[in-house]
C-alpha cells in the first residue's frame, strides 16, 4: 500500500533549495564554459593582430605617453587649485570697477585708483590705430591664441638667448591681465604657472574684446596713471579719442616699462620707444611705411606736467583696503569713493628719496639692489610705503607682499611671550651657552662669533642678540616642549596683529620663519603704542560720491583692543632701548629722541632688517635682493638703521616729541637742533620734483589747525551702520 505521508513545509523547502543549488551550478558552469570560449576567441584574435618589431616600439611609445598624460593632467589640476583659489567666482570682475580718490590732510588729491566709469570705453569707441599699436607691441596673436601663445614664446625666447638678457616678453595680453587682476608683480615660477592657468580661464569667461578693453583700462602707463584714457589726459591733455599716431604711438610704448618710457621722465627715450611701436605696427601689417613717415617725422609732444606721482605703492595697499572693506559690506553699494588718507606727502617723499639715495650711494658696495620701508602711527595709521626701488619697473610691493626671514629683529616676540608668561624679567640672569634642541637628531645653533657670552641678564642677551637665549625661551614657554613653545610665539603673534602665519619650524625663533615688513612694524607697534593691537591702514575716512563719510578708522590708541598687558609692553620696550643705546642698532640713535628696537641679519647676508619707534612712530625697514642673493656682509645695524635713523627724523620735526612707554630717560625727550640737520636731505630730493618739501613745527600746525577751524566747511553725517573703529 503506497505511503501518502504528507511533505512538510521544511521538506519543501529543502527540495526547492536543492534545486536552485542545481541551477546556480549549472549556471555557473555555462558561464565559464562561455568565458574561455570568448577568451579563446580574443587570445586568437591578439594573435592575428601581433605588430611587428617597429609596431611594438609604437605602441610601447603610446603607452608612456598615455602614462605620463595623465601623469600631466593630475599635476595640471594641482597646478591649478593655487591660481583659482585668487578667483572669486561670483565678484571677481565686480570688485575691481571702484573709482577712489585718495587725498591729503589738506584735501590735495596724492592718486587715484580703479576705474573712471564714465570714461571707460569699448575697443570699438577708441582710436584704430591706438589699437593696433597696443597689439603690435605686446601681442600681435591676440585674436589667434587661447591665452598663451607658444610661437610668441618661442620666439621671446630665441631673442633673449640670441641678446643674451631679457630683451623681449613672451607673455599675452590676456596672461598681463590676469596678473593685472588677480595677482601681483612678484618675478616667480609659481607666479608664471598661476598666470597662464588664470588666462586660459579669462579665454574661457570673456570675449576677445572684453578682454582687451579691460587690459587698455587697467595697465599701468607710469606717473601714477592706469588706462589709456587716463594716459591721454595726463600726457597729452586730450580725450582718447582725439590721440595722433604718433601720440596713440607714444602710449603703446609705456605697457613694457612705463617708468623708462614716461615722457614726463625722458623724452628722447620715449620717442625712441614709439619709433619702435611704428615699425611693429608695419611688421605686423597693420600700416605701411609710408602712414607711418608723418608720425615719424613728428614725433609726440607731451604737455608740461610736474611728476606728482608719489606713494604709488601706498596707494595699491589703500586699494586692497578698500576693496576688503567692500568685500565685508562695510561701504554699501558704493563704488566712486573718496579716501581722506593717512599718508603724509612730505614724508613719503622724504621716505622715497632716503630710500633711493641709500641704494645710489651704498648699494653697489653693499651688493643689495632693493629696499622697504613702513612707517606707521601708534593706531596703524600708514604715514609713509616705499614697496620697492622703482615702481614703474615693478609693482610688486616688497613691503606688504614680499616673504622674507627677519633674522633677529623677530627675537623680541619670543621675549614679550616670555614676560607674558612670567618666564622671565628683564633684569633676570640668563646663560649664554651650548644649546641643543631634538628633532630627530640634535640641532644646536650658535652665536654669530662662534662663541659663548655666560651669564647677563635678559636685557643685556636681547641688546648683544645672542642666538642661544630665545631657543632657551621657547623651552620654556613649551615646558620643555619645543614645538608648544613656538604654538605660544605664533599666538603672541597674532595678539600684536600679524596677518600672515609663520612656517612652524624649529628656527622660527631665532627669525628663520618668513613675514612681510608691515607684519614686522604692525608687531612693534603693538608694544610702542603700550600693549594694544593695531591693524594697519591708509583709510583714515571714506566719503561717498556726495561726501558724506561711510567709514572712519580708529582715532586714537585707546579704541583699539588690548593685545598684551601695559606693564609687558612697558618691558620689552626698556629692552629694545637697550638694543639701540648699547647693542647693536646705535646707527638709529636720533639726537634728543628716545628710540627703541632690533636690528636682523639672515644667513649669507640674504637680509637685513631695523625695527623700530620712537614715542610718536613705528617704522619697519628692509634691504635684500630680488633673486635671493647675498649682499656684502650688509647687516641690520648698517644701512637699515642708517635708513630708519634719516626718515624717523623727518617724521619727528612735525611733533612734539613724546617719551617711549616704559623707558624711564634720565632726561625728557626734546626738540633737539641736530634733528633737522639729520633731515635735511629731503630739501636735496625734493629738487626732483621742483619743490621743497617744508614741515611746519608743532606751534605752525597748531595755528593752521586754527585757521581750518575758523573757516566754515561742510561735513557730511557718519553712517549708523558703519563703526567709528575698525578692529583689527
Known sequence: ???????????????????????????????????????????????????????????????????????????????????????????????????????????????????????SLSVEELPEHLVKAALATEDRRFYDHWGIDPSGLMRALVVNARASGVVQGGSTITQQLAKNLFLNNERSLERKIKEAFLAFWLEARLPKQEILRLYLDRAYLGNGVFGVQAAAEHYFGKDVKELSLAEAAMIAGLFKAPSKYSPGVNLPAARARAADVLSNMVEAGFLTQGQIAAALRNPASPV????????????????????????????????????????????????????????????????VRQNAIVLMDHTGAVRAMVGGRDYGASQFNRATQAQRPPGSSFKPFVYAAALLDGVIKPETVVVDKPTCVYIGRAWCPQNYGRSYAGAMPAIVALAKSINTIPIQLNEKLGKGNHKQGRARVHQMLRDVGFSNELRD?????????????????????????????????????????????????PQSVEELPRSLPAPVAQDINRMMRQVVTAGTGGK???????????????????????????????????YGNDDYSGTNNMTGGSLPAMTFQQVMAFAMLEV????????????????????????????????????KLYRLSPRGRALMREIEGAAPRESGPVSQAAPSAPRG
Open 1 to 119: 500500500m503506497a505511503d501518502f505521508r504528507r511533505i512538510t513545509f521544511f521538506e519543501k523547502l529543502a527540495r526547492r533549495l536543492r534545486d536552485l543549488d542545481a541551477r546556480l551550478e549549472d549556471g555557473v558552469h555555462r558561464a565559464g564554459e562561455a568565458l574561455s570560449e570568448g577568451l579563446w576567441r580574443i587570445r586568437n584574435a591578439s594573435d592575428r593582430l601581433e605588430p611587428s618589431s617597429a609596431g611594438r616600439v609604437v605602441v610601447a611609445l603610446a603607452c608612456e605617453a598615455l602614462t605620463y598624460a595623465a601623469i600631466g593632467a593630475v599635476l595640471l589640476t594641482a597646478l591649478a587649485k593655487p591660481a583659482f583659489r585668487a578667483v572669486d567666482e561670483d565678484n571677481w570682475l565686480k570688485q575691481q570697477d571702484f573709482s577712489v580718490t585718495f587725498i591729503d590732510s589738506s584735501g590735495q588729491v596724492i592718486g587715484r585708483r580703479g576705474i573712471v566709469h564714465a570714461k
Open 505 to 553: 619650524i624649529p628656527g622660527m625663533p631665532l627669525g628663520v620663519s618668513e613675514v612681510t615688513v608691515i607684519d614686522m612694524a604692525t608687531g612693534f607697534n603693538s608694544y610702542a603704542n603700550g600693549g594694544h593691537k593695531t591693524r594697519p591702514f591708509i583709510a583714515r575716512e571714506i566719503l561717498d560720491d556726495h561726501g558724506r563719510v561711510i567709514w572712519r578708522g
Open 588 to 622: 638709529a640713535q636720533l639726537p634728543g629722541v628716545p628710540v627703541a628696537g632690533k636690528t636682523g641679519t639672515t644667513d649669507e647676508y640674504r637680509n637685513a632688517w631695523f625695527v623700530g619707534f620712537t614715542g610718536n612712530f613705528t617704522a619697519a625697514v628692509w
Open 304 to 367: 608740461e606736467r610736474a611728476n606728482t606721482a608719489i606713494a604709488e605703492y601706498a596707494l595699491d595697499f589703500g586699494f586692497d583696503e578698500i576693496k576688503q572693506l567692500a568685500a565685508q559690506g562695510k561701504l554699501g553699494n558704493e563704488r566712486s569713493l573718496t579716501v581722506k588718507a593717512s599718508i603724509d606727502p612730505a614724508l613719503q617723499r622724504h621716505a622715497e628719496f632716503v630710500a633711493d639715495s641709500m641704494l645710489r650711494q651704498y648699494g653697489p658696495s653693499y651688493g
Open 656 to 691: 612734539e616729541p613724546k617719551p617711549i612707554i616704559g623707558v624711564n630717560e634720565a632726561e625728557p625727550p626734546r626738540r633737539d637742533p641736530a634733528l633737522a640737520g639729520l633731515a635735511r636731505a629731503a630739501e636735496t630730493g625734493a629738487k626732483a620734483d621742483g619743490a
